[in-house]
């Protein structure tokens, strides 16, 4: 099978944006396009913090309706993705349902 290995020398050898675009390269599932948000998700939770001011289009793995867990309500999705503005040190949590 083909693979891609990249070798770092030393801890925190890959900066933020080259990680982004090895992920990208290797066709692997990216939710958004610039770094400067720490996601964790799973199959059906997301967890994102800002870690700089921004926005930007977060892509859901999957066709799904969005809830805030902080609010309850449902969050807008528009062509598969969660339009999201972020303040520096922010946390959001967003459960995926069907």
């Not at 990680?19 to 199959?43: C, S």
Request: charged share 20%; hydrophobic share 35%.
């Amino acid at each position: 099978t083909d693979c891609r290995r990249i070798y770092c020398c030393e801890p925190s050898g890959i900066s933020p944006q080259a990680f982004l675009t090895f992920a990208r390269e290797a066709k692997a599932y990216v939710p958004v396009t610039e770094t400067g948000l720490q996601v964790d998700m799973n199959g059906d939770f997301i967890s994102v913090h800002a870690l700089r001011n921004g926005e930007g289009a977060f892509s859901l793995p999957h066709t799904c309706r969005v809830v805030n867990l902080k609010s309850g309500a449902d969050e807008p999705v528009r062509s598969g993705a969660l339009n999201l503005r972020l303040s520096a040190g922010e946390t959001c949590w967003f459960r995926l349902r069907p």
